[in-house]
T-cell receptor
Framework: GAGVSQSPSNKVTEKGKDVELRCDPI?????LYWYRQSLGQGLEFLIY????????KSGLPSDRFSAERTGGSVSTLTIQRTQQEDSAVYLC??????????????FGEGSWLTVV | EDQVTQSPEALRLQEGESSSLNCSYT??????LFWYRQDPGKGPEFLFT???AGEEKEKERLKATLTKKESFLHITAPKPEDSATYLC??????????FGKGTKLTVNP
């Protein structure tokens, strides 16, 4: 597709369950980001993948959160034992390279997660 | 630690009433400042990137400017369809963008 694709667009899950969120970046983009946006808050960085380099996981809030990127393309964000405070919009983004090197970061529409 | 503060949090304008949104930042070695527009229930949509103080960029009714401490997004003669949340972000030595909380703009007809 032409843009960053995320699925599911909406997910309601029970507290304590595990969830997986998927991201298909723009074809050819080597950099992939996950951000979280809670109600009334700014975008919070979670994790960054660039090519074959080790991911920058510095924004993951706890060890319940993990992400992987297979084949340098599709990425999955997994939240284990979900808590109510995990309710947020999870946004995926991709770019050709580093944003400071003249590359634009493009966002998907997000996956809305509600933990009940 | 990189920080971005946007003001005001919310702005209500009448159609045709020009104004400016502010983005103040603290970053070690600015590599880029970004403006995005976000509509309700949607992902952020890229508007501009500015790289150095004094740089300006325009798109339709929007003009972004940059100094060493802040950026302004000027909106000239806004229309109701300009209503959205405008997000500012910076990148320094790291690869990630640090975002402000945004300014929610409402333009009344």
């Amino acid at each position: 597709g032409a843009g960053v694709s995320q699925s599911p667009s909406n997910k309601v899950t029970e507290k304590g369950k595990d969830v997986e969120l998927r991201c298909d970046p723009i074809s050819g983009h080597t950099a992939l980001y996950w951000y979280r946006q809670s109600l009334g808050q700014g975008l919070e960085f979670l994790i960054y993948f660039q090519g074959n380099s080790a991911p920058d996981k510095s924004g993951l809030p706890s060890d319940r959160f993990s992400a992987e990127r297979t084949g340098g393309s599709v990425s999955t964000l997994t939240i284990q034992r979900t808590q109510q405070e995990d309710s947020a919009v999870y946004l995926c983004a991709s770019s050709l390279g580093l944003p400071g090197a003249g590359n634009t970061i493009y966002f998907g529409e997000g996956s809305w997660l509600t933990v009940v | 630690e990189d920080q971005v503060t946007q003001s005001p949090e919310a702005l209500r304008l009448q159609e045709g009433e020009s104004s400016s949104l502010n983005c103040s930042y603290t970053v070690s070695g600015l590599r880029g400042l970004f403006w995005y527009r976000q509509d309700p229930g949607k992902g952020p949509e890229f508007l501009f990137t500015l790289y150095s103080a004094g740089e300006e960029k325009e798109k339709e009714r929007l003009k972004a400017t940059l100094t060493k401490k802040e950026s302004f997004l000027h909106i000239t003669a806004p229309k109701p369809e300009d209503s959205a949340t405008y997000l500012c972000a910076v990148t320094g030595g790291s690869e990630k963008l640090v975002f402000g909380k945004g300014t929610k703009l409402t333009v009344n007809p």
